[in-house]
């Protein structure tokens, strides 16, 4: 069996697959090291020992937490885990970029929506709201923006008289109280960020794409952007499994 991860900066998974590459299992918690004796403790109820692993691949932006789960791994089960950037994915995918200068997660998350012939915008609602762009093989880079659940939490720290809220779509664009006004801004304000970015992005490289978005705050967003977009909620994982045959 394989063990593949993604080590993001807020949430990191974890997931289990057969010699099919199926996901049998899987394992989400925070990425935080102050719970890393309980997520030891839950990592190694995860994989028992009699579950026989070949060997663990993760994407990480996180490299002491990665460290941990390496040095972890390899003491319980005596198996060795590597990095995406570990791995010879050029062999999979092309970049315009230097890949020391880029998120192994955003890599993952291009070879997750690989196909060989669309185009594709992926759009990650993670602590970063991040686009990445790919034309057929090649990956071009992207845009960061501030994560949707960060600028929300920092607003109601940095504001006094700012609520906790829960985002929600809305139909209304005016809020008549604070509460209203802070939904709206966060919804409308991202649907219109997210549209003209894609809108940006189609003008600079003349080239009409597929839009796939992940993490987070996704699916809030899935039915009012200006195009048909696709929710894959393991577009990651799925870049991650197409390395695995890579390293056998």
């Known amino acids: 069996m394989f063990l593949i991860g993604d080590i993001g900066n807020t949430e990191t998974k974890i997931c289990l697959l057969n010699e099919n590459l199926q996901i049998k299992k899987r394992l989400i918690f925070s990425t935080n090291l102050k719970k890393i004796r309980i997520i030891k403790k839950n990592l190694k109820l995860f994989i028992s020992k009699k579950i026989d692993l070949e060997f663990c691949l993760f994407s990480s932006v996180v490299p002491n937490f990665y460290r941990i789960l390496k040095d972890y791994l390899y003491k319980y089960k005596k198996i060795k885990s590597f990095e995406l950037k570990d791995i010879a994915f050029n062999k999979k995918i092309s970049l315009k970029v230097n890949k020391s200068k880029i998120g192994s997660d955003r890599i993952a998350n291009a070879l997750g929506a690989m196909n060989n012939k669309d185009n594709f915008i992926i759009i990650d609602f993670g602590t970063a709201t991040t686009f990445d762009v790919l034309i057929k093989k090649t990956y071009h880079g992207g845009i960061i923006a501030p994560g949707i659940k960060l600028s929300l939490e920092t607003l109601y ?32 304000g991202y649907t219109g960020l997210i549209n003209n970015m894609v809108k940006m992005i189609e003008n600079e490289t003349k080239k009409k794409f597929k839009i796939i978005i992940t993490g987070g705050y996704s699916k809030l967003y899935k039915k009012n952007l200006g195009k048909k977009v696709i929710y894959d909620k393991d577009i990651t994982i799925k870049g991650l499994k197409k390395l695995i045959k890579l390293k056998n």
């Open 157 to 188: 720290k940095k504001a006094s008289l700012i609520p906790k809220l829960n985002l929600k779509q809305i139909n209304k664009v005016i809020g008549v109280n604070t509460h209203e006004a802070v939904r709206s801004g966060f919804f409308w």
